[in-house]
């Protein structure tokens, strides 16, 4: 719990702790130091000989200071300012994450730089989706199936990160998610393996840059969670995960591995056990698969406070056996708990781990730095005091156009009837809803060093837009809940100052001002959704639905009689039965950011249309959970339009999603041609080339993404019944067509078979090309 307060001190509401600044400063402050640490100054000559110059470094190492480069400190109330400057003194700390702006965090490293080997100290933070400048949440930014957007947002996060003084970023978070109920859905990319690995390694590029050591204005990787953490049993947060192993290797751990293949530099483990062995000690986990199989050079950090955490698990039976049992597997650095520095000195001593043991972690530790060039300049990223921002939350330090336009993409049109929108500039629109005009929503899960204040919310937006034409008026309709209950769960975290604000008023009193301002109307426009804190980490839900003094408004606004468009603002698949059926429009936003506001009445009002397209199914309810579009076939399968009995499906309700993978609608519309192929068969090494011709075939220009799924028809084990393997995003005027042509090659039809072979089998393969995972044209080839 203590480390949630942390976090959310480094929240954007939060002052700066400037007050730590300047506590440090007068115990350690000299002048700032800038330059080649002193070992590297003696050592120049091995300044470009990464290994050389980590081993000649361990050599000088005390067992003292080698253990303290594996301590990752959590700058918070449980670390006060005068002690980390003796730890960071005596060369006991290896990294911090939490602290956020470089007045903050010159002073640290002018404490590493007075320790006896002034070896610089890393800082990491959580940008997730931004960083002063918030983005789309991951399922927006997946939701825009296009790599250029996400490479935008990741790379002003890295330069706005490192211009804080930031090194390190606790991301991507690639966790494949197939259970809406888990809370950190939201921060993830959907559930589907290939567009996953594909914005994994897009974003481990955008984040870090391409140069080595890794650039003054670009930050390191930490791809999470590793692993598995997404199949958590039930949804429910830091639960265990059993899955066998071609599950894994073809399904989820294809992120991970596509994001080190990238070249991430860190890798933080998973909180979770995977088949009995927590990750954190897991052995099989870190070093054969990790290090061995995968290659991976870099350094491993343990999720915060796991391996204290090893005791719950019940594998250690104290803290020294945590200790002892991660050092083993593999886990570099231990995050905010004192375990490996209270236990280690005495477990080296008596041999229980080894001192090859220790020297490995110090070396990954050692690595990254040496990879952020800080050995080269320990300020690389903080610089001089004197280019110091004045005002660290100044707007034009936000990326304000980049937000915009990344939001605009990430949002996906769920229901359109009768051409509902675009809305008219000139229309009298009743803005409903507690979400219409919530900051501190907009900012969504994980908002990083991103002000509430300085975000854009849905009636700014609106009416900005309507300049001076139209009439808007605004009515909040219904708290996000009123379930004290839950109200109290979002705002355990900071009672002084809510997030979650209840509007005192009756449920009744809201819902008839809301209803008398729609009856003025000629438009309704709810927002509505969960609270950011409602799709968070620890925040599980056994329900999908919107809460009930959210339905009861939409209800009583539909009787107005009044087009109903919802604005859904939420971080994982709802249950939408009732608004499918009854809201003219849905458009399904996430949590946009900064922009929001912005960026949605863009849409709204027809200025973008709409491209997004689903990154994760749609469930009608939570007890078709797990429900995702790229299941394993079955002996009886359930056909849609045929009789139900002794298949493999529910008989109490209709089968299939509500919204498919893939799925997304626009102010046009788009006809897709049958698919041709080059040849009817492929050689071993050889390629097919599948064809189809895209047309918009509306009055407006749009973007759709095309989308090459395959089945293996018969294979050594069972098959998913399809799987994403390319997409394009096609830009089309009206009228205009294009063709798209996907390559598919060898790697394209490989999966792990039942020895965890990656092998592809000869026979035959289907194609799918649609514009979701449901409707889509076929064709055959058969494999030699
Ligand atoms: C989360 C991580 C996060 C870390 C540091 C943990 O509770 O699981 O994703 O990076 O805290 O804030």
């Not at 990238?262 to 099989?284: C, D, F, H, K, R």
């Not at 034009?396 to 915009?404: F, G, K, N, P």
């Not at 339009?641 to 893939?662: A, I, M, R, V």
């Amino acid at each position: 719990m203590s480390h949630k307060l942390t976090k959310r001190q480094a929240a954007p509401t939060r002052r700066p702790r400037l007050a730590l600044a300047v506590t440090l400063c007068a115990l350690a402050c000299s002048a700032v130091l800038t330059g080649p640490t002193a070992h590297a100054q003696a050592n120049p000559a091995l300044l470009g000989d990464k290994t050389a110059f980590i081993d000649d470094l361990l050599r000088q190492m005390t067992l003292e200071e080698k253990i303290g480069q594996l301590r990752l400190i959590s700058i918070g109330p449980e670390m006060p300012a005068k002690k980390l400057a003796e730890e960071l003194a005596a060369g006991r700390v290896g990294g911090t994450f939490n602290s956020v702006t470089r007045p903050e965090n010159r002073p640290l490293q002018d404490g590493a730089m007075r320790s006896r080997l002034k070896i610089p100290m890393f800082f990491a933070y959580d940008v997730i989706h931004g960083h002063r400048t918030t983005f789309p949440i991951g399922l927006g930014l997946a939701s825009s199936w296009d790599m250029d957007v996400v490479a935008r947002a990741m790379r002003v996060s890295a330069e706005e990160a490192a211009a804080d003084s930031i090194d390190m970023t606790f991301a991507p978070m690639v966790d494949i998610s197939r259970d809406p109920r888990w809370g950190r859905t939201s921060e993830g990319f959907g559930e589907d393996p290939y567009l996953v690995s594909r914005i994994a390694e897009v974003s481990v590029r955008a984040l870090q840059g391409d140069t080595k050591p890794i650039a003054a204005n670009r930050v390191m990787a930490s791809v999470k969670h590793f692993a598995l953490y997404g199949a958590v049993e039930g949804g429910r947060d830091y639960n265990v995960v059993n899955m066998d192993p071609q599950r894994m290797y073809n399904d989820y751990l294809p992120p991970y591995r596509a994001a080190i293949d990238a070249g991430a530099g860190a890798v933080m483990v998973a909180l979770n056990s995977i088949n009995g062995a927590p990750a954190t000690s897991n052995t099989w986990l870190l070093q054969d698969l990790l290090r061995r199989d995968w290659g991976f050079k870099g350094l491993t950090v343990s999720d915060h406070g796991a391996i204290t955490e090893l005791v719950n698990h019940g594998v250690a039976q104290n803290d020294s056996e945590a200790a002892r049992l991660s050092m083993k597997a593999g886990t570099d650095m231990s995050m905010a708990d004192q375990v490996y520095i209270k236990q280690l000195p005495e477990l080296v001593r008596s041999g229980k781990v080894s001192q090859q043991e220790l020297d490995n972690a110090v070396r990954d530790i050692l690595g990254a730095k040496y990879d952020l060039g800080l050995f080269k300049d320990p300020y690389v990223r903080i610089g001089r005091a004197a280019d110091d921002p004045p005002d660290v939350y100044a707007d034009s330090r936000l990326h304000r156009r980049d937000a915009r336009e990344v939001a605009q993409q990430s949002m996906v049109l769920l229901e359109n009837r009768n051409a509902a929108l675009p809305l008219k500039k000139n229309a009298r629109i009743a803005l409903v809803g507690p979400l219409a005009d919530s900051h501190i929503d907009m900012l969504g899960s994980w908002s990083a060093a991103g002000k509430d204040k300085q975000t854009i919310t849905l009636r700014q937006g609106l009416q900005a837009a309507l300049g001076g034409q139209g009439k808007l008026v605004y009515a909040r309709g219904a708290n996000i809940t009123e379930d004290k209950h839950i109200v109290d769960y979002l705002n355990f975290l900071n009672w002084d100052d809510p997030e979650v604000v209840q509007d005192k008023r009756s449920p009744k009193a809201m819902i008839d001002e809301a209803v008398k301002a729609a009856r003025h109307a000629d438009v309704i426009v709810a927002a509505v959704g969960e609270s950011r804190g409602m799709s968070h980490e620890s925040s599980s839900r056994t329900s999908l639905s919107l809460p009930q003094s959210q339905l009861d408004l939409l209800k009583a606004l539909k009787a107005t009689g009044k087009p109903l468009v919802l604005v859904l603002m939420n971080g994982r698949p709802l249950d939408l039965n009732w608004a499918r059926e009854n809201a003219s429009a849905i458009l399904e936003t996430w949590y946009t950011g900064t922009e929001g506001g912005n960026a949605i009445a863009d849409i709204l009002f027809g200025d973008v249309n709409p491209s997004g397209k689903l990154p994760i199914t749609f469930p009608r309810s939570v007890g078709q959970i797990p429900s995702y579009y790229n299941h394993p076939r079955v002996g009886r399968p359930y056909t849609e339009g045929k009789p139900g009995n002794y298949t493999s499906q529910y008989f109490d309700e209709p089968n299939g999603p509500l919204y498919p993978f893939g799925y997304g609608l626009s102010y046009t519309e788009f006809k897709l041609s049958e698919v041709s192929l080059s040849q009817p068969s492929m050689s071993a090494d050889g390629k097919v080339e599948a064809s189809v011709t895209v047309k918009n075939v509306g009055r407006r220009a749009g973007a759709t993404v095309v989308q090459l799924y395959l089945r293996d028809v018969a294979a050594s084990v069972v098959r998913p019944v399809k799987e994403l393997k390319d997409f394009r995003k096609v830009m089309l005027q009206p009228g205009e067509e294009k063709q798209v042509q996907f390559s598919i090659d060898r790697k394209a039809l490989s999966f792990y078979n039942a020895k965890l072979e990656y092998v592809a089998e000869p026979g035959e393969f289907q194609v799918q090309i649609g514009l979701d995972s449901k409707e889509v044209k076929t064709a055959s080839f058969n494999l030699q």
